[in-house]
């Protein structure tokens, strides 16, 4: 089975842009969640979508939302991008929902705010 | 709040010579416990997970855990360090509230000759 994919890989933007990442979970899986990696805080959640609804959302600004399509698949978008939002973007697909199952992540889109 | 404490942000050991990377945990609830690798430009590969019955989990690459009760700890070990298990490794807990794993700050591994 082919493992999560996301594009891009990398991404530069300047601020006050705003930015759209795909994540494409592994094939029957249907949920997907999104972390926040950065050297200073580390991973935080970023939300977690089940069956195209988002289910929980972590402590980020409403700036940072996504939505998750009929196929699974989902994006996350950033607008009104800040220097501190430059990081890399996980996304990290389950055959169900929930923290307690297990979850294959993707190699990241590293994003960088100029 | 569920939660996870690495201790030891650089560990650094001899090819050949025996891997511990500490963990300690807060839960109040029986947890959901994880150890996961990331190498340079990649994302995060699960190792191993513990969930409930046997204490001792055993993961891919050579790598297990021990889970104990009485310490709140889940040490990832490994008998023999390869080069190619120089990275960065994360123990993770699953939220109280069950949909998000909560992380560890990371322990970077070096391994030399």
């Known amino acids: 089975k082919a493992g999560v994919t996301q594009t891009p890989r990398y991404l530069i933007k300047t601020r006050g842009q705003q930015v759209t990442l795909s994540c494409s979970p592994i094939s029957g899986h249907r949920s997907v969640s999104w972390y926040q990696q950065t050297p200073g805080q580390g991973l935080q959640f970023l939300f977690e979508?089940?069956?195209?609804?988002?289910?929980n959302k972590g402590n980020f600004p409403g700036r940072f939302s996504g939505r998750q399509f009929s196929n699974s698949r989902s994006e996350m978008n950033v607008s009104t991008l800040e220097l501190g939002d430059s990081a890399l973007y996980l996304c990290a697909s389950s055959l169900l929902a929930g923290a307690r199952e297990t979850q294959y992540f993707g190699p990241g889109t590293r994003l960088l705010v100029l | 709040a569920q939660s996870v404490t690495q201790l030891g942000s650089h560990v650094s050991v001899s090819e050949g010579a025996l891997v511990l990377l500490r963990c300690n945990y807060s839960?109040?609830?029986?947890?959901?416990l994880f150890w996961y690798v990331q190498y340079p430009n990649q994302g995060l590969q699960l190792l191993l997970k513990?969930?409930?019955?046997?204490?001792l989990v055993k993961g891919i690459n050579g790598f297990e855990a021990e889970f104990k009760k009485s310490e709140t700890s889940f040490h990832l070990t490994k008998p023999s360090a390869h080069m190619s298990d120089a990275a960065e490794y994360f123990c993770a807990v699953a939220s109280n509230s069950g949909y998000a794993l909560n992380f560890g700050k990371g322990t970077s591994l070096l391994v030399t000759p």
């Open positions: 979508y089940f069956s195209e609804t988002q289910r």
């Open positions: 839960s109040s609830v029986p947890p959901y």
């Open positions: 513990y969930t409930t019955g046997a204490t």
